[in-house]
């Protein structure tokens, strides 16, 4: 049975949940990009449930998250001067570091690779919940692989009741995408998944960072074990446009209505589209990553079966996480002002 504990102003409500994480019990907790599923990161057989509940491939590792940084000693093998500069700038956050691995987190956690993924969260409960159960907390996204990210408690509890043992409810998550992922093992950082922790925000702490290959071209196999899966896939067919192109969105509404189905549309800001379901996701970038994981799962549940997504306007801070997400769910390809299809990556 899943116990779900919603919590408000007194945080000593998550305490239960952490003593039940150290003994070897899933958690999924809210963190500031989406919810993670949380196990002990140091007790093996509790990591194999997290990847029983999720159904997520095992050569997908996972990030450890901490609350302080004491528990680094137990996660990584040293941390290098670049990485600390990292940490120190943005910890609490969501930024993700690869750093060489520490022999005691079992190798479950890191799908056999020689590095390991980690993070310091900055919610509130995230970081009672390490905190209380004293063990690095081992968590992916808590969402049913290939599934979009959940970003509200309802998301969890649609993909995870029954499979979990408790589900923390701390509201909508802040950023709403999840963190940046950068590689600090190689000569030069290389950014492995856009997030919530710009390339201008990494490149002002560290001087030169790169995004990796892979995220600019698809020949190449991403770094990354997790960017080669199909993710945040909608159940309807999902087509991309370009913001400034509303005539196009307006054509494509109107031939797929000739075509039957529930035809549904996100756009960022009010447009007065011809739909039968319209969710708009916000005029600004920040406010679009916040609404689009909740959106596409809003689709699938009202039937949609065809979903036209305005890419956003502007670029820099999260659009490239934005984009790099909405692109994984339609399969990689936007629709141009020419009704082709032109193919994208970051
Ligand atoms: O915001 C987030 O990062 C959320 C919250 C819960 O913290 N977590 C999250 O975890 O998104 P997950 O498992 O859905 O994504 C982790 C990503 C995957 O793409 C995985 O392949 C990559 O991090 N990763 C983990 N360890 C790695 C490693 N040692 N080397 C390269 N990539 C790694
Ligand atoms: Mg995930």
Request: aromatic share 4%; proline share 6%.
């Amino acid at each position: 049975m899943t116990k779900i504990v919603r919590v408000t102003d007194d945080i000593s409500v998550v305490d239960e949940a952490a003593e039940a994480l150290a003994k070897g019990k899933l958690v999924a907790m809210p963190t500031e990009t989406v919810y993670g599923l949380g196990a002990n990161a140091l007790d093996e057989e509790a990591i194999s449930h997290i990847f029983l509940a999720k159904g997520r491939p095992q050569d997908n590792p996972l990030i450890v998250h901490i609350s302080h940084k004491d528990m680094l000693e137990c996660v990584v093998k040293s941390v290098p001067e670049a990485a600390e500069k990292l940490m120190d700038a943005f910890w609490p956050g969501p930024l993700t570091i690869i750093l060489e691995k520490s022999d005691k987190i079992p190798t479950c956690v890191t799908a056999g690779l020689n590095t390991v993924a980690v993070r310091m969260p900055r919610h509130p409960v995230a970081l009672r919940l390490i905190e209380k159960s004293g063990v690095p907390v081992a968590a992916p996204s808590a969402n049913i692989s290939g599934r979009p990210s959940t970003t509200r408690a309802s998301h969890v509890i649609e993909d995870l009741s029954g499979k979990v043992d408790y589900i923390l409810d701390g509201g909508a998550c802040e950023v709403g995408l999840e963190s940046t992922v950068i590689d600090m093992t190689g000569e030069v950082p290389q950014i492995l998944r856009p997030g919530g922790i710009s390339l201008e925000a990494l490149r002002q702490v560290l001087g030169q960072v790169t995004y990796e290959p892979a995220l600019k071209d698809s020949r190449t196999v991403p770094k990354s074990p997790g960017m080669k899966y199909r993710h945040y896939a909608p159940k309807g067919e999902l087509v991309l446009v370009d913001a400034e192109c509303s005539e196009r969105v307006q054509a494509l509404l109107a031939d797929s209505k000739c075509a039957g189905g529930k035809v549904g549309v996100l756009c960022c800001g009010e447009r007065g589209y011809d739909a039968d379901f319209v969710i708009d996701c916000g005029d600004d970038a920040e406010a679009y990553a916040q609404n689009l994981f909740d959106a596409l799962r809003q689709m699938d549940e009202l039937g949609a079966t065809f979903i036209v997504a305005e890419l956003p306007k502007d670029s820099g801070g999260i659009v490239p996480a934005l984009k790099n997400r909405m692109l994984k769910a339609a399969g990689g390809r936007v629709m141009t002002e020419a009704e082709e299809y032109r193919t994208e990556l970051v």
